[in-house]
């Protein structure tokens, strides 16, 4: 049975194959692409599926970002990275968000590796500045993120203060 009305158009011109085997990788408005439904994600919003005709290649809109894979809400990664970029110690901010040291370690890991991608949205998303994350990224890439931390309980001493927005 046929459906009515008009078919529905999406503007998928600004997303790109994530195959790297695909002739048509990372580029865009090449018509490539396709919607293949959506689905509810834990936090409760709804994500969208794509298709890329040239490869076969099935990808969500995550694939690509900092959030792809991960179960923890998009709010909870961001905070944890601009208390990281404030200078808040690993264990500080595993505290603070009540999540295991080793998932902020997993958090920050995936951003350092998309580091120059997620500049952008993080400038955006948690106002911080171009200084402050290139700080974080090179006490990263350091290994000396103890150092900082070290450095951060001198100047606020042992309590951990708790951001604005988490309460």
Same mark, same amino acid.
């Given at each position: ?26 580029? &865009? ?10 689905? $509810? &994600?834990?936090?409760? &919003? ?25 179960? !923890? $809400?998009?709010?909870?990664? *961001? ?41 952008? *949205? ?6 911080? !500045? ?31 203060? *708790? ?5």
């Amino acid at each position: 049975m046929a459906k009515r009305g008009r078919k529905r158009k999406y503007k998928l011109r600004n997303i790109a194959c994530p195959n790297p085997n695909c002739r048509l990788y990372g580029k &865009t408005a090449k018509g490539n692409i396709i919607s293949n439904g959506t689905y $509810p &994600t834990k936090e409760g &919003t709804t994500a969208r599926r794509f298709i890329c005709k040239e490869c076969g290649e099935s990808f969500c809109n995550r694939a690509g970002t900092i959030f792809y894979d991960l179960r !923890s $809400p998009e709010e909870k990664v *961001l905070m944890a990275i601009k208390l990281l970029v404030k200078g808040m110690p690993l264990r500080g901010v595993a505290e603070v968000l009540e999540v295991k040291l080793d998932t902020v370690r997993h958090w920050l890991k995936l951003a350092a590796e998309q580091s120059e991608k997620v500049d952008a *949205l993080l400038m955006r998303e948690l106002k911080v !500045s171009q200084v402050e994350l290139d700080a974080l990224w090179s006490f990263v890439k350091k290994n000396s993120l103890r150092q900082r931390a070290i450095l951060w309980r001198a100047k606020f001493g042992s309590a951990l203060p *708790l951001p604005k927005n988490i309460a």
